[in-house]
């Protein structure tokens, strides 16, 4: 039988679905300046962070890739450097040590320059154009014939950060909670409240705020919010550099993007509690939070593919998706588009990783939604798409969320 409480013990001023890194730092912020209030985040896994935030790749992304005047860069400039003064503050492990952007060939220079225009108009410090002879300087094993050095990038466990937020939340707010293994199953609407189904009992919300990830498109529908665009998993498989490879690469190393497809490229990343990834490829799951090869949901994969924005999704990318499934399955060919930026990468240099899946809110017409995006309706604010750098700017985007909720909750 499910557990159910009082009804003055269930009442709180605002009901954050998701304990992912986003709701936490939106139920931090507001709760910063609004003392008082009573909020409570619900989260359906054992753990916060157990999806996106902690399956991502623990970079503390510059704000170099986002279109200048975008909630993308301005989030992000602004969320690095409270992150990383929130970092020093509660001594969370994190390193600032730099990243390199790397061409390889000379028809990537056009758009180097335009990532490099974009990270100087979006205020990214320190970042400087290098030749081939500071590449090998910086990273002895990579090969390129021009790059970014980008020093103000760095590595952290967004799990760690996410754990703090719930930590500060319980400790200094203690009319506030965040519940995990409370599964939001509804919303029934009233005057002036909302009633919050969980699989352990209902919480009565003035407000609700939707920070669900994964499944966001479903929560904000079932709370009744109008939207016309679908969240589609792509996972990201990693291999790790095995002990023999871990000498080839220092710190980050990122291919120029291809500004034809909606990812980055794979790439090598050190890890703040050691080790190197090197990845991620990007495929269409056919389970939302499916993290292995196989995986499948019946539900998820019919959701997906009844949307017609997918179709027009697979039809615009379909030589990149193509180039995705054989990476996940040929350790080779993952090894040969490696193998750019650091040609000498051997077969036995890469080990089996982990795997993420991020979700892509696509629109009807196949566009993926390339910024955050967030949105208000009644008493109800959703966040629909928060993809990378959304972790590094979590803090910003709590800050955004909380301006949304004094103005239309009317906070005081």
């Not at 986002?66 to 492990?93: M, Q, T, W």
């Not at 050190?270 to 196989?294: D, L, S």
């Not at 998706?321 to 060919?333: H, I, M, P």
Request: glycine content about 10%; aromatic content about 10%; some cysteine.
């Amino acid at each position: 039988m499910p557990k159910f409480f009082s009804v003055e013990n269930n009442q709180y001023d605002i009901i954050i679905v998701g304990g992912g890194i986003v709701g936490l730092a939106s139920a931090y912020k507001i709760n910063l300046k609004y003392p008082d209030k009573k909020i409570l985040v619900l989260e359906k896994e054992k753990q916060v962070a157990a999806h996106q935030t902690g399956h991502n790749s623990g970079v503390i992304h510059s704000g170099l890739y986002y279109k200048p005047g975008s909630y993308k860069a301005k989030n992000c400039v602004d969320g690095r450097r409270e992150l990383v003064a929130f970092a020093k503050e509660h001594k969370i492990p994190h390193d600032i040590c730099g990243k390199v952007v790397v061409a390889t060939d000379v028809s990537e220079l056009a758009h180097m320059n335009k990532v490099f225009n974009n990270g100087i108009a979006n205020g990214v410090e320190g970042i400087e154009k290098i030749d081939a002879k500071r590449i090998k300087e910086i990273e002895p094993h990579c090969v390129g014939i021009e790059g970014l050095w980008v020093p103000c990038t760095g590595i952290i466990d967004y799990a760690d950060v996410s754990k703090k937020y719930a930590e500060l939340i319980r400790a200094i707010f203690p009319q506030s909670k965040v519940l995990c293994e409370h599964e939001v199953t509804g919303f029934e609407q009233h005057e002036g409240h909302t009633h919050v189904i969980t699989n352990k009992g209902n919480f009565t919300g003035t407000h609700i705020i939707t920070c669900a990830g994964l499944q966001s498109d479903r929560i904000a529908k079932k709370e009744g919010a109008k939207i016309n665009t679908a969240i589609v998993g792509f996972r990201g498989d990693y291999y790790d550099l095995s002990d023999k490879g871990l000498s080839k690469v220092r710190n980050l190393i990122y291919p120029v993007p291809n500004p034809k497809y909606p990812f980055l490229g794979v790439h090598f990343t050190r890890m703040i509690h050691g080790g190197t990834e090197c990845g991620p490829n990007a495929v269409f799951v056919f389970k939302r939070e499916g993290y292995g090869k196989t995986d499948f949901s019946l539900r998820d994969t019919a959701e997906a593919l009844s949307f017609g924005g997918t179709w027009k999704f697979f039809a615009k990318n379909m030589k990149f998706g193509w180039d995705e499934y054989r990476g996940a399955f040929s350790k080779s060919f993952f090894l040969k588009r490696l193998q750019k930026l650091v040609p000498d990468l051997e077969m036995d240099d890469l080990k089996p990783g982990r795997a993420g899946v991020r979700a892509m809110a696509l629109a009807p017409q196949g566009e993926m939604i390339d910024d955050f995006k967030i949105e208000w309706n009644g008493n109800a604010i959703h966040v629909l798409n928060a993809p990378s750098p959304a972790a590094t700017s979590s803090l910003a985007i709590g800050t955004a969320i909380e301006g949304m909720a004094t103005t239309h909750f009317n906070l005081q």
